[in-house]
Every structure is written in structure tokens, then in C-alpha cells.
């Protein structure tokens, strides 16, 4: 049961150039969904998060774009640059009436970016 | 910057052992968690804790599961009697949310990992 779906297990991007890595969901409880960078031997790293009522959030190089209608989002990376290059996993969750969720992982995308 | 920290970085242990993973969870955070990652497979929820008690747990934290906050510090995951499927990379992780924040919205940062191999 993916509720979490990213379907591209990889990416490679020239360096400069834009990534544009891509998530569906298909729970419509969802309303908050975060991006994690994870290198090798490290945990999940936040890069940037975005809130149901919004449709874009922006921290310097990343954008996060949120299509409710759709139940998809997307990172844009720009410009890319070589330290990009990691696996990149899209989160979400949702109120369940108290306490605090986990979260609900896609299964990732490796981003290579090529000098 | 403040950070998790996870201890030991690997563990090796044999089937039917118990293990107990140790987490100190960054010190004004409110909310822990912790999750696995099986190797090839997507990062999965165990737990949340908050308040000296599970806040939610999914289908795999099952009996053979238990966390605690022995002092004021660590946040710990005990496995009674490991099986060969519990080897996974076992991640901690903490979220700041306080009486003025949203645990739903809170960030939830994640620690480097304990690898637990269970021959």
C-alpha cells in the first residue's frame, strides 16, 4: 500500500541545469509533506516542507510545488550542483485526532548530478 | 547546531537476543519517534512518544517492540528476541512542538542510524 508514491528510482541532471524530482499521494488526509536528502550511512536530512493550504514554498535553491487536485508535488532544484547528488525521499502526514503522526515515506529518487 | 545522536552506530546480535538502541533526541524537543529501514525498502514509521507515552505506533511495532525515556536524555527501543527481518537501519528522530506548536507541522529531525544485523 504506497501511499506515498515516487516513481522515478533515478535522476541525473547536468550540473547548473534544474531538477525537477516528482511525488504522489493518494491519502487525501494528508496536509503536510516535507522533502529529506539522504546520503549514504546518514540519516534523512529536511531540505524543505510545505503545508496543505499553500501551493508553493521556496528556500533558496528549492521550491516545493503542491497540487492538491492532483495529490502531487514536486522539488525543484536550481541551479543543481555536484553536493546535490543524493537520494532524495518525499514525506507526508496527517491529523489522526491527537498525538503526533509519523511519517509516511515514498521510497526515494537518487538525484546524480553530472559535472 | 543542535543534532541526534544514535548509539551504537552498528549492531550485530543473534537471533532471539534482545537489543536496546539509544537515542538522545535534541534537548528542547517535545516529540520522538523512531523508524527502520530495511534495506532496498522505503523508510517506515515505528513510533511516536511524547509525554512519557506512545502517542501512535503503526502495524510493525508490534509486542516484540517497547520504547522508553529512562531519564531525561535518551529515548530508547527495545527488541525482545530479534528475528533475521528485524535487520534494518533504525533511525530516531525528534520534533520541537510545544504547547504553542503544531505536531503536525513541527519538522522532524533525524538522527545518523543504528544498523542492526541479526545473524
Known amino acids: 500500500d504506497q501511499q506515498v508514491k515516487q516513481n522515478s528510482p533515478s535522476l541525473s541532471v547536468q550540473e547548473g541545469r534544474i531538477s525537477i524530482l516528482n511525488c504522489d499521494y493518494t491519502n487525501s488526509m494528508f496536509d503536510y509533506f516535507l522533502w529529506y536528502k539522504k546520503y549514504p550511512a546518514e540519516g534523512p536530512t529536511f531540505l524543505i516542507s510545505i503545508s496543505s493550504i499553500k501551493d508553493k514554498n521556496e528556500d533558496g535553491r528549492f521550491t516545493v510545488f503542491l497540487n492538491k487536485s492532483a495529490k502531487h508535488l514536486s522539488l525543484h532544484i536550481v541551479p543543481s550542483q555536484p553536493g546535490d547528488s543524493a537520494v532524495y525521499f518525499c514525506a507526508a502526514s496527517g491529523r489522526s485526532g491527537g498525538g503526533a503522526d509519523g511519517l509516511t515515506f515514498g521510497k526515494g529518487t537518487h538525484l546524480i548530478i553530472q559535472p | 547546531e543542535p543534532e541526534v545522536t544514535q548509539t551504537p552506530s552498528h549492531q550485530v546480535t543473534q537471533m532471539g537476543q534482545e537489543v536496546i538502541l539509544r537515542c538522545v533526541p535534541i534537548?528542547?524537543?517535545?516529540?520522538f519517534y523512531w523508524y527502520r529501514q530495511i534495506l532496498g525498502q522505503k523508510v517506515e514509521f515505528l513510533v511516536s512518544?511524547?509525554?512519557?507515552?506512545?502517542?501512535?505506533k503503526s502495524e510493525i511495532f508490534d509486542d516484540q517492540f517497547s520504547v522508553e525515556r529512562p531519564d531525561g536524555s535518551n529515548f530508547t527501543l527495545k527488541i525482545r528476541s530479534t528475528k533475521l527481518e528485524d535487520s534494518a537501519m533504525y533511525f530516531c528522530?525528534?520534533?520541537?512542538?510545544?504547547?504553542?506548536?503544531?505536531?503536525?507541522?513541527?519538522?522532524?529531525?533525524f538522527g545518523p542510524g543504528t544498523r542492526l544485523t541479526v545473524l
Open positions: 512518544f511524547y509525554n512519557n507515552e506512545i502517542s501512535e
Open positions: 528522530a525528534s520534533s520541537e512542538a510545544g504547547l504553542a506548536g503544531d505536531p503536525f507541522t513541527d519538522t522532524q529531525y
Open positions: 534537548s528542547n524537543h517535545l516529540y
